[in-house]
């Protein structure tokens, strides 16, 4: 054998090595799961964004936008709200109107921000969103909605409470009280009376509510490193859903399914809340390949069940929460606006809260926004995360129109250079007309001040279905960019992750994984398909 001959064999000894090892390489990178990060199919989901150390990818603004509704797809509508459509009361029906809100002026902020800390920024004040000013100034509020009735000239949103409640009850001939309809989670018993004596008090002495909500430094909560938090939430996730995974893999690697076995997989992807299309899809998706691929082994099918719920799940979407600043906010950079939205109870201040630290512990700057002027003990709580984490919190008083509240906070916060602003709105029914107009309004109003980057739609995970529909109408107001699903810590649900990326397109991007301030995680398609499995 000649020289080249030889040469030849070796080169090619060493191309086949070569390809195998790649191969090899490739084949243990997809079995691999990590909480933290890892490359996973939809990689799209990651560029472009900044992994912090919580494990949560954190990105600037601007890099996407919200989906288009792809209202064609939509399956599973009827009967359900969309907006313009109330669950009790005729779509032509008198509804409450829009009311212009004088706004503060861009130049004069420290004005608007008297009877707080005079203008000062400290680490953990709080500032109080004084009633709106006499003279309006720009910049105008959107204009008059829906065929209301106008309003008195110079009215302004200042109701209680408990006006609003029995005003937008007036509305719908519902219940005054949310909790009456019986789709708002139980909460915690907070007295209307005691909410409107705190109300009362505060708007006597503002000045001590900011004494009493500031924090030194040396308060701040020290936040939980990530290795052992990590594992920790990947726990929960496990142990509440393994009973899915044993049920469904247990019948599909036993072997020839017959018409009832596939039937008890698809009730089992229903009680999981996949929802009838998902669950319909996967099935045939499933049929298909058990037969092309011959699965016999429960190796076998665990491999094809995982596929193909990672396949349902991908998304082109970042993952990416866009909670960083455009530019150094030290610098002429602007704050990253976040707006948190949802039903009542969902978990939305919580979930505010403990973004908060997970920028406080990346070492960012935040603003915390109460624009939830309808529960005075909502105020209290994100004061009270504010302090833990040392981020200012602008409050208004209760009763005050939220949209301002909003304004009001992301025009501090680019005065004072921090670097995201994060919004806490009040719980709204998706099915009350006048309430969705008035998160319309917030979103409009924080908009002619600055772009929000990201509007988080805070999902509990265990009201199943209800959460669908609500995305749908939440989506459909403001443009929701990222879903939350809270409360999968005590549920062997959350199918509801598959059917809202499928309808709306909107990423899940975050799962809250108990009431602990740190116990926020990345949603990341992998580890949540394998602790689904068990
Ligand atoms: N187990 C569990 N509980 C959670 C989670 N997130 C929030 N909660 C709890 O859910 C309850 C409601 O949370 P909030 O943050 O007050 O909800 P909200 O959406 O701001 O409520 P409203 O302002 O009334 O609309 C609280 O008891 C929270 O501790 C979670 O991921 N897991």
């Known amino acids: ?109 420290d004005a608007t921000t008297s009877g707080t800390a005079t203008g000062e920024r400290s680490p953990a004040g709080g500032s109080t969103v004084p009633e709106t000013p006499a003279e309006p100034e720009s910049p105008a509020v959107p204009e008059q909605q829906g065929p209301s009735e106008p309003e008195s000239e110079g009215s302004t949103d200042t109701a ?37 004596e705190d109300a009362g008090a505060r708007s006597e002495s503002p000045t001590a509510e900011v004494e009493a909500d500031t924090a030194s430094p040396a308060e701040i909560e020290p936040i939980e490193p990530s290795t052992g938090r990590l594992e920790r939430l990947r726990g929960r996730l496990s142990r509440s859903r393994s009973m899915f ?8 690697g036993a072997g020839d399914l017959d018409e009832d076995s596939w039937e008890e997989i698809e009730d089992t992807l229903l009680m999981a809340d996949l929802g009838a299309t998902t669950a319909s899809e996967i099935i045939e998706r499933l049929r298909t390949e058990v037969a092309a691929r011959g699965v016999r082994t429960p190796d076998q099918a665990r491999a094809l069940l995982r596929e193909v719920l990672m396949d349902a799940l991908a998304t082109t979407q970042s993952r990416s929460v866009q909670a960083l600043p455009h530019g150094d906010p030290a610098d002429g950079g602007k704050p990253a606006v976040v707006l948190v939205v949802g039903v009542n109870g969902t978990g939305k201040t919580t979930t505010t809260g403990k973004l908060a630290r997970v920028l406080v512990a990346d070492g960012r700057s935040v603003l915390l926004g109460a624009a939830d002027t309808f529960r005075a003990a909502a105020v209290e709580q994100l004061g009270t995360w504010g302090e833990r984490v040392g981020a200012e919190v602008i409050r208004g008083e209760e009763g005050a129109d939220p949209a301002s509240v909003a304004f009001e906070s992301v025009q501090r916060g680019a005065d004072s250079g921090v670097d995201a602003v ?45 959460g669908l529909a609500q ?54 398609p992998e580890a949540f398909v394998d602790a689904l499995l068990g």
């Open 1 to 109: 054998m000649s020289t080249t001959n030889v040469i030849l064999i070796i080169v090619a000894a060493l191309v086949v090595l070569a390809a195998l090892v790649g191969t090899g390489i490739l084949l243990a990178r997809r079995r691999r799961v990590s909480l933290a990060q890892g490359e996973r199919e939809d990689t799209s989901a990651d560029q472009g964004g900044y992994r912090a150390g919580s494990g949560i990818s954190l990105s600037s603004g601007g890099t996407t936008t919200a989906p288009a509704h792809p209202v064609e797809d939509r399956t599973e509508t009827e009967g359900q709200p969309g907006v313009g459509d109330d669950a009790a009361v005729p779509r032509d029906s008198q509804r409450r109107g829009m009311v212009d809100v004088p706004l503060p002026d861009s130049t004069d902020s």
């Open 422 to 466: 994060l919004v806490d709105t009040a719980g709204r029914l998706h099915t009350k007309t006048g309430l969705m107009d008035e998160l319309g309004k917030v979103k409009r109003v924080v908009d002619k001040r600055a772009q929000v980057d990201e509007v988080l739609l805070v999902l509990d995970a265990t009201t199943g279905q209800n």
């Open 160 to 196: 209680t409470p408990l006006e609003r409640t029995e005003e937008e009850a007036g509305n719908t001939g519902e219940p005054a009280s949310a909790e009456a309809t019986g789709t708002m989670p139980p909460r915690a018993p907070e007295g209307a009376e005691a909410a409107v």
């Open 245 to 252: 995974g044993q049920s469904v893999l247990g019948l599909l």
């Open 471 to 524: 995305a749908r109408v939440f989506a459909d107001v403001v443009d929701v960019t990222g879903i939350v699903l809270t409360k999968l810590d005590g549920t062997a649900k959350g199918g509801i992750v598959f059917q809202v990326q499928r309808e709306l397109g909107v990423p899940v991007k975050l799962v809250g994984l108990g009431e602990g301030a740190d116990d926020l995680a990345p949603f990341e």
